[in-house]
């Protein structure tokens, strides 16, 4: 074990992701298993900042594997943008006797984990977001969950929407990410896509498309829009005033985020818990866990966060070939 660390933290930062649970249960009984005491942090970097913290047994993450959301809470933190915040974050660390954490969340939760480690606490980070966007992972945790659930709930939107004949507009999360929405897309075989990476925002085409559609006997039409696009009552009422189609919009929104994890969620996040609960052992710092190329993998944060993620091309053309 390295001289520094022998007490690790493990917090949940920015929005929730069904498989959190698992990646800290997998922190404390690693951890544990290695001889360093586990904290629990509240409420992600909030809850730092205000000290709610407390020590974690084996026992503590019980029953937690299969629970949606996180039971340590979560929040967005602005105080952590501030310069003070990461130094009192680091303080409080060193009061509390934790020499490393593990910051379970998204690009924007590795940024305040960077901060910290510069402040001389170890930082692991690991990522949990249902969109997939990080840059250095193929994996994140809570997507597989994520993307189900929405798939689950688009199809029975397209039974109804066959019934009525109608266009639905389902709106799917991913303010920035278009992943959920390319996904769905593909696994619920919508006509129509719109992604904030690809969207040129020519509604015409939409409502050219539906025309063609009806002409060749389809009897719906599924758009799936991403959160970032939006607008999707507005769009249904212009596109049934310009194809003469009836169009509804649906908004997935939260109920995407929660629910029981699926077991690859639940096994992904395990093993880059106990991978995260490892680095900290070793001393490590400043390290995102990643799933590449079939591996499980640690890349330097500062390099993680300059990488940048694009939606596939060639998945986004399959998508649309398959559409027709
Ligand atoms: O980052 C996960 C996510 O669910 C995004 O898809 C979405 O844009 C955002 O969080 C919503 O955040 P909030 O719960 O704060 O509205």
């Known amino acids: 074990m390295s001289d520094q660390v022998r007490t690790i933290g493990v917090l949940t930062s920015g929005g929730d992701a069904p498989g959190m649970n ?38 503590s993450v019980s029953d937690t594997i299969q629970k949606g959301g996180t039971i340590l809470q979560t929040a967005r933190c602005a105080e952590m943008r501030t310069p003070e915040g990461p130094k009192k974050a680091a303080e409080i660390c060193r009061k509390h006797g934790i020499d490393g954490i593990v910051v379970i969340g998204g690009d924007g939760s590795f940024m305040g984990a960077q901060l910290i480690s510069h402040e001389g606490i170890n930082t692991i ?27 689950e709930a688009i199809d029975k939107v397209r039974d109804t929407s066959t019934s009525h004949e109608r266009c639905s507009i389902i709106e799917v999360m991913g303010r920035e990410a278009g992943y959920i929405a390319l996904w769905c897309g593909i696994a619920n075989g919508a006509e ?34 991403a959160e970032g696009i939006g607008h999707s009552t507005s769009m249904a009422k212009r596109i049934e005033a310009a194809t003469g189609v009836e169009t ?29 609960a490892d680095l900290l052992y070793e001393g ?3 390290r995102v866990v990643g799933y590449m190329h079939g591996e499980y993998m640690d890349f330097d944060i500062d390099e993680a966060l300059a990488m940048k993620k694009e939606i596939s091309e060639y998945q986004y053309e399959v998508s649309r070939m398959l559409s027709t």
Do not use: W
């Open 284 to 286: 490590k710092t400043n």
């Open 125 to 151: 980070g690991v990522p949990g977001t249902i969109d997939l966007d990080i840059a250095c992972t193929e994996y994140t945790i809570g997507f597989d969950t994520a993307v189900n659930t929405a798939m």
């Open 248 to 276: 509804r919009a649906t908004i997935l929104g939260h109920m995407q985020r929660g629910g029981s994890p699926t077991c690859k969620d639940r096994v992904y996040a395990s093993i880059m818990g106990a991978y995260a």
């Open 192 to 225: 129509d896509i719109l992604l904030p990476e690809k969207y040129d925002y020519d509604e015409q085409k939409l409502i050219d498309n539906i025309i063609a559609n009806r002409k060749k006997g389809k009897q719906h039409h599924i758009i799936i829009n």
């Open 22 to 59: 698992a990646a800290i249960r997998a922190v404390v009984r690693q951890g544990i298993a290695k001889g360093m005491k586990v904290k629990g942090i509240k409420r992600g970097y909030s809850g730092l900042l205000n000290e709610e913290i407390e020590e974690l047994t084996k026992r």
